[in-house]
């Protein structure tokens, strides 16, 4: 069972607008959770994160958004450059379980010129 | 120089072939990962080492091993690689006294099992 979701495989969006991506989970346990990002040929890097006691994290042009009630966390890239253009991974941890990621599939980011 | 180094970053091999990937990382963590990334699946845990004595089997171990040779060096090894092997193969690390859970990646490692 896929404890974490991103139902989009795929995104696009104009230079200077908003990226919203979506990640769902079902695991209670989840406590912190991670946005990471791909670029081809290369691993994934940290993006930003937020614990389970926030439900906003902002860094910059990133922002990530918690709804613990509806277990659902988006990511919003304002504005969106031709640079953010890459697969975004959501992954959750549970506190006790030291370190283990579970990942959700990837959702690839198109920024258009 | 990268942080965390993969060797190799291409292999095509056989089907019955022993293969070892390895893993080396010069940030000084305890903590050390092995993801397997299929397209549509994201990135499945492997084996997960917290320290040398340490090893564990995470979500998809079967048909795997690993080895901890020292805090630096973590290898994966496929001792009789079958098509469904085929992925990209990433290694991360983390410190333990990093409450954040941040993980840090390696370039993957693109294998094929023909």
């Known amino acids: 069972d896929q404890q974490v979701k991103q139902n989009s495989p795929s995104l696009s969006v104009q230079e200077g607008r908003i990226s919203i991506l979506n990640c769902d989970y079902t695991?209670?346990?989840?406590?912190?959770f991670l946005w990471y990002k791909k670029y081809p040929a290369e691993g994934p890097t940290f993006l930003i994160s937020?614990?389970?006691?926030?439900d906003k994290n902002e860094d910059g042009r990133f922002t990530v958004f918690l709804n613990k009630s509806a277990k659902h966390l988006s990511l919003h890239i304002v504005p969106s450059q031709p640079g953010d253009s890459a697969v975004y991974f959501c992954?959750?941890?549970?506190?006790?379980?030291?370190?283990?990621?579970?990942f959700g599939e990837g959702t690839q980011l198109t920024v258009n010129p | 120089d990268a942080d965390v180094t993969q060797t190799p970053r291409n292999r095509i091999t056989k089907t019955g072939k022993r293969i070892m990937l390895e893993c080396s990382q010069t940030?000084?963590?305890?903590?050390m990962y092995w993801y397997r990334q299929d397209p549509g699946l994201g990135l499945r845990l492997i084996y997960y080492?917290?320290?040398?004595?340490?090893?564990n089997k995470g979500e998809i171990s079967d048909g795997y091993s690993v080895s901890r040779q020292a805090q630096a060096k973590f290898s994966l090894s496929l001792e009789s690689a079958i098509p469904n092997q085929t992925a990209l193969y990433f290694c991360?690390?983390?410190?333990?006294?990093?409450?954040?859970?941040?993980?840090?990646f390696g370039p993957g490692t693109r294998l094929t099992v023909l």
């Open positions: 991360a690390t983390s410190d333990p006294r990093d409450h954040t859970d941040t993980q840090y």
């Open positions: 695991n209670s346990m989840f406590d912190y």
């Open positions: 937020i614990s389970s006691i926030k």
């Open positions: 992954a959750a941890s549970e506190g006790t379980s030291g370190s283990r990621l579970t």
């Open positions: 940030k000084g963590h305890d903590r």
């Open positions: 080492s917290f320290d040398v004595k340490d090893i």
